[in-house]
């Protein structure tokens, strides 16, 4: 894995800062500790930073065609890069190197902007062509690797791997985005493809953007999407179907095993990771290297069925504890995603890297599988919802289980069956409402009274939801389950998962590899039919089946537990003095977003054990470390900048 960063004037041939795009490269640096380089020429910067994985003599960034016309930085791997080196050869284009890299620039020349559709894996990269004075930045198709960039008022383009790249530039506007904070306590995250900044943007997976100078700025372009179409394998048996499966992921994993460096993957104990490492222990020659995160508190500790799975493939299996005391990362996290994320396994996730990286340079993991394979609890209960939307209009609806929602007193201790508040709210909803209503970190209610009156008028009649929205009106299929499969696969996945595991593992400079989504296999897996994924409470049904030779059974069909901490708990025990000092700080009442009074109340509430609000509290706390930690040039007064 690598970092990348590059300036680009869109009018003039100007030079190009040396020393900015230094600092670019450079604060940048835990992303490719090995190796950095520059180029420059009159209009153009690029930088690169290197962690060395596949030919670790040569592949130095930036990386020129023959000619020396052509220079690509980029982050990631292609994994089929031998494949298309032969063919590029069959073409006339001669390669210096073993490395992937090199397979970009030809594939350039070869094929233009077209060239994304040969690359297998993962990737973000940005590409000069001289002779067509054009820039074409690139991010995979499911957004992996991650790509920030922004549009200067003098007309410079900024690109970079991380955001923190781009704020070194002082012509950045640090201007507060009110629809990104309005989205972030929604959704715990921002997604693709707004940042917290107004003028700085992310590419969403699956685009590219290609700019010539001296043209009007382009749109991004999409060139890949999940298909959902059924194909061959829906007239599958359902054995020979979960045999194909398997082999598919089986391929997946095995051309993510090249590496000249240490190799291991994550082992949390849950059906993905498991599979991964059974796949990875039947292809390779030495003992797996696996590493997991164990938790004092049982309802949130998967060791167990980790080490299950560790004596069976025999791995070279190595814990950490993550106690109830550690809260030294709160604002180094803040520090790492360079934008409020509230995702609170962030934490452990940041600890399981820091403990893989001790002993390997790249680590496979599950990431990935609850979103293709249909593994999340919330699909079985918005199928369940569906049925009764499809029965009822919603001019019937609405009012009926509008009434009973405000009605039905509120019970977020009991199970969800229990729970007929929250289903009665969702059947008074459309489909995207209503799954809006079950991702979203707290109530449409919360924000309303947690926003200032300012802010709330900056937002106007804009909604979170519209995030689904636009997405769910690209989905391809019609299927409820395979719709909020997209919705997730879209959002939830590049904006939270996989930005999780991008920030945290670079921080080590450790390389994440996620064959669970390679694209080809997503691909494959879209077009099953919704009854081989979700079957009545089983979700991954088919991945199970075809995993009943692989794993035990015990850890195949237990409840599923997730990657979480204690945070409830943790509020009221340990970190109650840092949650109380936070959020009465001056930082997050003089920025102008919030009601003070209602963020006091929260905190009184969740403390004295009426309530439980440790999701808008955590989204609370790292927004205000975030703010905190905003360079000194940053407006504080986010509200009224944000106008």
């Keep these: 894995m690598c970092a990348i ?8 041939h100007t030079d190009i800062d040396a020393g900015l795009l230094r600092a670019m490269t450079d604060i940048q640096f835990h992303r490719g500790p090995d190796q950095g380089g520059v180029h420059l020429e009159p209009g153009v910067a690029l930088g690169h930073r290197r962690l060395s994985i596949i030919d670790l003599s040569g592949g130095q960034q930036p990386l020129f065609n023959e000619d020396h016309s052509v220079a690509v930085v980029y982050n990631g791997e292609i994994y089929n890069y031998r494949e298309l080196m032969r063919e590029l050869q069959h073409y006339g284009h001669a390669f210096r190197t073993q490395c992937d890299t090199e397979v970009i620039v030809h594939a350039w020349e070869q094929w233009g902007e077209r060239c994304v559709d040969h690359f297998r894996g993962m990737f973000a990269f940005g590409l000069w062509d001289r002779r067509q004075q054009s820039l074409f930045l690139a991010r995979d198709r499911l957004g992996v690797k991650p790509l920030h960039y922004a549009v200067l008022d003098d007309g410079q383009l900024l690109f970079a791997s991380e955001l923190k790249a781009l704020l070194t530039h002082d012509g950045l506007r640090r201007e507060l985005d ?8 929604a959704y715990g995250y921002i997604p693709e493809p707004r940042t917290i900044f107004r003028q700085a943007r992310k590419l969403e997976p699956g685009h590219t953007l290609l700019l ?12 890949w999407d999940i298909p959902f179409a059924a194909q061959a394998q829906a007239q599958y048996g359902e054995a020979q179907a979960a045999d194909e499966l398997l082999e598919r992921l089986r391929e997946a994993v095995r051309i993510r095993l090249v590496a000249e460096v240490p190799l291991g993957a994550f082992l949390s104990g849950g059906v993905d990771s498991s599979a991964v490492v059974a796949m990875m222990a039947q292809q390779s020659r030495q003992p797996v290297n696996t590493c997991s995160i164990s938790f004092g508190d049982p ?4 060791t167990a069925y980790a080490q299950l799975v560790s004596e069976r493939y025999a791995t070279r299996h190595h814990t950490q504890a993550v106690e109830q005391h550690d809260f030294e990362l709160v604002d180094q996290l803040a520090g790492l995603y360079d934008e409020p994320y509230a995702d609170s396994s962030a934490l452990p996730t940041y600890r399981v890297c820091q403990l893989a990286r001790r002993r390997v340079t790249v680590a496979l993991s599950g990431d990935g599988g609850d979103e293709n394979l249909a593994g999340y609890r919330r699909y079985r209960w918005h ?13 019937l609806r609405k009012p009926l289980f509008g009434t009973l929602g405000r009605l039905y007193p509120k019970a977020d201790w009991a199970p969800r069956p229990l729970r007929a508040k929250t289903t009665f709210e969702a059947l008074a909803r459309d489909a995207v409402s209503a799954y809006f209503h079950s991702v979203s970190i707290m109530s449409d209610a919360t924000r309303k009274a947690l926003f200032s009156d300012r802010l709330k008028r900056e937002l106007g009649d804009y909604h979170a939801a519209e995030v689904l929205r636009r997405h769910a009106r690209n989905c391809p299929s019609g299927h409820a389950l395979s719709r909020v499969q997209y919705l997730d696969l879209k959002t939830y996945l590049p904006g939270d998962i996989l930005t999780k595991v991008d920030r945290a593992s670079m921080a080590h400079g450790l390389e994440v590899r996620v064959p669970l989504l390679d694209h080809t296999l997503v691909e494959w897996v879209s077009g099953l039919p919704p009854e081989l994924k979700l079957r009545g409470a089983t979700g991954k049904y088919l991945f199970k089946r075809g995993l009943e030779r692989h794993l035990p059974k015990e850890l195949l069909y237990r409840n599923k537990m997730g990657f979480s901490v204690p945070l409830a708990d943790w509020f009221r025990g340990p970190l109650r003095s840092h949650l109380e000092r936070s959020l009465a700080s001056p930082v997050l009442a003089d920025c102008g977003l919030f009601n003070p009074d209602q963020v006091q109340r929260l905190v009184a509430q969740h403390l004295s054990g009426r309530a439980d609000h440790s999701a808008p509290l955590w989204s609370l706390l790292m927004f205000e470390s975030f703010l905190r930690q905003l360079p000194a040039a940053a407006p504080r007064n986010c509200a009224r900048k944000a106008a």
């Design 5 to 12: 960063a590059g300036i680009y004037d869109l009018h003039h």
């Design 212 to 223: 010539r100078k001296g043209q009007p700025l382009a749109q991004p372009r999409r060139y």
């Design 383 to 395: 199928l369940h919802e569906e049925r009764w939307r499809t029965m009822l209009p919603l001019g």
């Design 178 to 185: 009110p629809l990104a904070v309005e989205e972030y306590f």
């Design 299 to 302: 309802r949130f500790d998967e």
